[in-house]
């Protein structure tokens, strides 16, 4: 008699894992596979993290980064299980395990304040933004970067997203937290993709708000600012949205968020890089958040002072 016996999963290890990833896979919990793209897998977990399981090499606060063959989970589909116990990730589904017992625990640097400069971080913005319109004209919100810096703007290239948001994106006074709030709460949520281009832009916003509040000089309260905005993101948009936002409004966010910001304060990096890195996060995700900076970094009583 022939005794068939069950193969084991196949297991691939995690390298790195974000803050926020690292506090959710350390307590036990059923998750399951929200979505599933070519750069990695989505996993909603209880209450409320979506965990982003990547193949590339990008780290964020919520980013699992996966170094093996990530074959397995290629073809997984929305819905499946999966189990998270500590140091572990199993995906029945794949018959795949992702060891996390290893993985070092990324968070930013701290932001090197004593770098900035007022002259030259509003000069070298200018640059930035502008060859970063001139790289995704159209796309996203990239039709709103001429306005707050003065330069040359095709009113035929700025694109339906952009149109749709501009009233309110230029309404936005950052000098004065408590009266923008009613304008950020109508951008919440709007626009298309996994993550709408209203969220990528206060994303943008909160974090640099957030990371480098001692240079912005703020004279309102940004942790009631937080808090409301905050709260309102998980009333009004998605899970993965909200979580970004929650993330940004504690100064975190993927490092091409992190590093595209701390070049444009300190000019710390090689802008070319940088910008390259920053455009490849999500469709027009990083142009939408680089309007999100700008929007805060050219508004009165900040970093033009």
Known sequence: MTIQTKSLPEQIAASTTGTIAQQTLSIGKTATVMGNTSRGIFIKTEPKWVLFVSYEDYRGPMTVNLKGDITPLR???????????????????????????????????????????????????????????????????????????????????????????????LSINISDLPSTTENINKILGRGAGLTPSGDDFLIGLLLTLNRWE??????????????????????????????????????????????????LITGAGKQERILNELLSWGNSSGIDALVGMVAVMSAGNTVKQ
């Open 75 to 169: 073809n997984l589909t929305n819905g499946g299980l999966v189990r998270i116990t500590p140091g572990q990730i199993s995906i029945p589904k794949a018959d795949l395990m992702i060891s996390t017992a290893d993985a070092a625990v990324w968070q930013p640097q701290p932001p090197a304040t004593g770098a900035y400069r007022a002259a030259e971080c509003f000069a070298r913005m200018k640059t930035f933004a502008w060859d970063a319109y001139q790289h995704k004209k159209g796309s996203g919100l990239s039709g709103l970067l001429p306005y707050p810096l003065d330069m040359p703007c095709e009113s035929n290239k700025t694109g339906p997203v952009a149109q749709d948001f501009q009233k309110d994106i």
């Open 214 to 263: 001692d240079v912005l000089r703020l004279d309102s309260d940004l942790g009631t600012f937080n808090e409301q905005i905050v709260q309102s993101a998980y009333n009004k948009t998605t899970t993965l949205g909200a979580n970004l936002i929650e993330c940004a409004a504690h100064g975190l966010a993927d490092e091409r968020l992190i590093n595209a910001l701390d070049y």
